[in-house]
């Protein structure tokens, strides 16, 4: 029988035994990020469900934004660790995001940025589409170099 390949609505329903808590270790493909934000061997880090990402991701009202940060900042709370793994959340935000297209959801997947306010090349339409979703809720995109920015995202982040 052939293999037939996961719908993006099925990828976001699949838990993988997540939540996932553990001890972080040098080995792990999020190790060095969580080093930068102060994470130290032993630390307790959650591998959050991809529905949970999505709930906070629902959450971010018109106008405003979020980022990876956040998503994971909120994560380690809910489920009481002291980090989380930024890949798997990274990760989780992309499947979101193409399973909103994907079913006509209403997941606004555009109000998400990368950490230092950055947009995602990767979403549905590329940057292209994102500054387009993003300029229509009154933000300021700005350009550095090749890549785009929403100018003073800090200001305009969602309390979720």
């Known amino acids: 029988m052939p293999y037939k390949r996961k719908t993006w609505e099925e990828k976001l329903k699949d838990s993988k035994n997540f939540p996932k808590k553990l001890r972080l270790e040098p ?10 934000m102060g994470a ?20 971010v009202p018109h ?4 980022t990876l940060k956040e998503i994971c ?16 959340t990274g990760i989780a935000i992309m499947i979101a995001a193409n399973a909103a297209e994907e079913m ?25 589409r994102h500054k387009i979703q993003l300029e229509k809720e009154g933000h300021t995109i700005i350009n550095r170099g090749k890549r785009l920015f929403v100018k003073d995202f800090d200001v305009r982040l969602a309390k979720v």
């Not at 080995?27 to 930068?36: D, E, G, I, S, T």
């Not at 900042?73 to 798997?88: D, G, P, V």
């Not at 006509?104 to 292209?128: I, M, Q």
């Open 27 to 36: 080995n792990f493909p999020c190790y060095q990020a969580l080093k930068k």
């Open 40 to 59: 130290e061997q032993g630390d307790s880090v959650v591998l959050g469900p991809h529905l949970e990402v999505d709930s906070i991701m629902r959450q």
């Open 63 to 66: 106008g405003k934004v979020i």
């Open 73 to 88: 900042s909120e994560l380690a709370k809910k489920f009481n660790a002291q980090y989380c793994c930024t890949l798997t």
């Open 104 to 128: 006509n959801g209403d997941t606004p997947y555009w109000r998400t940025l990368k950490n230092n306010g950055e947009l995602n090349k990767k979403f549905p339409g590329g940057v292209e």
